[in-house]
């Protein structure tokens, strides 16, 4: 069974603090990883991996894929109060059509 | 215009009534899908259309039951819910590209909060 599993499930810190957050999985035919946000509603688009090793950058955030270790992280600098959020990874995996595979989120807290 | 929109965002229903759940996109998208979340809970896949044709049931109750009309059209037809159908239900698409490796981001809906008495 393809499984995606985030840790910690839960993180606090102070504003300024750099966080790294985990995403390991195990899916038959991988096609690429994904990271979203999700504050109240849908969860809105952050990166997408395809190949190992190469970071993905947008401001204070960045993602990098290790294929080998079936794994990635994401990594949130000088975090705000803006970042508090649930932060999904998802697996996508080739099944007929694209389908994803959700880990449980890891829910980060940013206290001023 | 990259945005997927959803219909009604509240919904409360009793256990006999039937209802439909709308989602709309522009953006040329040839897959669809619905998610459910519960409090808490990453989404969990319901249903994928790809090309307008269901390719994807992850064995849901048939009290749900989805339709796709044409490529920017999505809906879930509600029946004889449960209190524990109580969610947010999301829509979200993507392009597809079968048997090719590229970038097949999801947008997701805002989502209708669906409540059954």
């Known amino acids: 069974e393809d499984k995606v599993v985030q840790s910690p499930l839960s993180l606090v810190v102070h504003e300024g603090d750099t966080v790294t957050l985990n995403c390991s999985y195990e899916v038959t035919n991988f096609r690429s990883l994904l990271w979203y946000k999700q504050e109240k509603k849908a969860p809105t688009f952050l990166f997408m991996l395809t190949s190992s090793g190469i970071e993905k950058k947008s401001g204070r955030l960045s993602s990098i894929l290790d294929k080998k270790e079936l794994s990635s992280i994401l990594n949130i600098t000088a975090t705000q109060t803006g970042d508090s959020a649930i932060y999904l990874c998802a697996v996508e995996a080739i099944q007929g059509a694209q389908k994803l595979v959700f880990g449980q989120g890891t829910r980060l807290t940013i206290n001023p | 215009d990259t945005e997927v929109t959803q219909t009604p965002k509240h919904l409360v229903m009793g256990m006999t009534n039937k209802k439909s759940l709308k989602c709309e996109q522009h953006m040329g998208h040839r897959a669809m899908y619905w998610y459910k979340q519960k409090a808490k809970k990453p989404p969990e896949l319901m249903f994928v259309?790809?090309?307008?044709?269901?390719?994807i049931n992850e064995s849901v109750p048939s009290r749900f039951s989805p339709e796709c009309p044409n490529s920017s059209l999505l809906n879930l037809h509600l029946h004889a819910l449960q209190p524990e159908d109580s969610a947010l239900y999301l829509c979200a698409s993507s392009q597809v590209a079968l048997g090719r490796v590229i970038g097949n981001e999801q947008f997701f809906g805002p989502g209708t909060r669906l409540t059954v008495l």
């Open positions: 259309y790809s090309y307008e044709k269901l390719s």
